[in-house]
Nanobody, 123 residues
Framework: QVQLVESGGGLVQAGGSLRLSCAAS????????MGWFRQAPGKEREFVAR????????YYRDSVKGRFTISRDNAKNTVYLQMNSLKPEDTAVYYC????????????????WGQGTQVTVSS
């Protein structure tokens, strides 16, 4: 099965940047849609961004458009989330996820999940 391990989280001031990484196991990484989700304390897990290899298209929730960039390096079995201009409301545990379905954005359509990495943005 697919194993996902996130890294790169931390504490930053508002306006700062972080780059999250997600290392994936397996030899079929390039066939998966890869997504980033986040969950704040007491809140529902929400979609942040996803990337589909077949079409190379990307999709973001409105609140992060222009600030976050999702990318993938299939040779390294790694997906990234570059986060710029961070805001306190971005504070959450960020999860990497993988889906065998094409271009999906819903939590229920992702089969594999990482353990999460904490991102905290201070004001």
């Amino acid at each position: 099965q697919v194993q996902l391990v996130e890294s790169g989280g931390g504490l930053v001031q508002a306006g700062g940047s972080l780059r999250l990484s997600c290392a994936a196991s397996g030899r079929t990484f390039s066939s998966y849609t890869m997504g980033w989700f986040r969950q704040a304390p007491g809140k529902e897990r929400e979609f942040v961004a996803r990337i589909s290899f077949i079409s190379t298209d990307t999709y973001y929730r409105d609140s992060v458009k222009g600030r976050f960039t999702i990318s993938r390096d299939n040779a390294k079995n790694t997906v990234y989330l570059q986060m710029n201009s961070l805001k306190p409301e971005d504070t959450a545990v960020y999860y990497c996820a993988a889906s065998r379905h094409f271009g999906v954005v819903s939590v229920v359509n992702y089969e594999y999940w990482g353990q999460g990495t904490q991102v905290t943005v201070s004001s």
